[in-house]
């Protein structure tokens, strides 16, 4: 398998530009999670999905965040408006069991 | 609310010196305990997980433990190498959310 794969690796954009970043989970896993990581505050759980259905999405920072997953094979986070303090990697994960998850290598946001 | 605390923040050490990180949580109610290694610009690579009922798990010259009632885990590196140079994260899973919950990491550089 090739594991967790996730488009753009890097994106770079203008403030107040519209942000998509894509995951293609795992054949076969029911869990999807979407994470960001900064300097600040770490990894943070953004939202997660199980068989497509969004779970928790408490730690969506605002309305400006959106996530779907309109099949088993694809997610996205999408961003709209961006602002600077979206920068972070951000990173999707998927499992079979919660708590045994498998990691992508991450999209690096930067917004000017 | 569970909170994942990692000790020392970062570290140096000469090449082949046996070394232990730290992890400690404050909820003992946890799933699993599991240890990852994060490369620069690189995703999550899980190293040992750890369920609830185990006491410690050994891969190569890593050997994890577990120890719930104090709410502590240590990951041990035996014979350190330039090549064990990342960042090491520890992640609790468990409670009634089906989340992992991330240390901030422990910055590891091994000198040659």
């Known amino acids: 398998d090739a594991g967790v794969i996730q488009s753009p690796r890097h994106e770079v954009t203008e403030m107040g530009q519209e942000v998509t970043l894509r995951c293609k989970p795992i054949s076969g896993h029911d869990y999807l999670f979407w994470y960001r990581q900064t300097m600040m505050r770490g990894l943070e759980l953004l939202i997660y999905?199980?068989?497509?259905?969004?779970?928790?999405d408490s730690g969506m920072p605002e309305d400006r965040f959106s996530a779907k997953m309109p099949n088993a094979s694809f997610s996205t986070l999408k961003i709209q408006p961006s602002e600077p303090r979206d920068s972070a990697v951000y990173f999707c994960a998927s499992s079979l069991i919660p708590y045994e998850q498998y990691f992508g290598p991450g999209t690096r946001l930067t917004v000017t | 609310k569970q909170e994942v605390t990692q000790i020392p923040a970062a570290l140096s050490v000469p090449e082949g010196e046996n070394l232990v990180l730290n992890c400690s949580f404050t909820d003992s109610a946890i799933y699993n305990l599991q240890w990852f290694r994060q490369d620069p610009g690189k995703g999550l690579t899980s190293l040992l997980l750890?369920?609830?009922?185990?006491r410690e798990q050994t891969s190569g010259r890593l050997n994890a433990s577990l120890d719930k009632s104090s709410g502590r885990s240590t990951l041990y590196i035996a014979a350190s190498q330039p090549g064990d140079s990342a960042t090491y994260l520890c992640a609790v899973g468990g409670g009634a959310t089906n989340k992992l919950i991330f240390g901030t990491g422990t910055l590891l550089a091994v000198q040659p």
């Open positions: 999905f199980n068989n497509n259905v969004p779970i928790d």
């Open positions: 750890i369920q609830s009922s185990q």
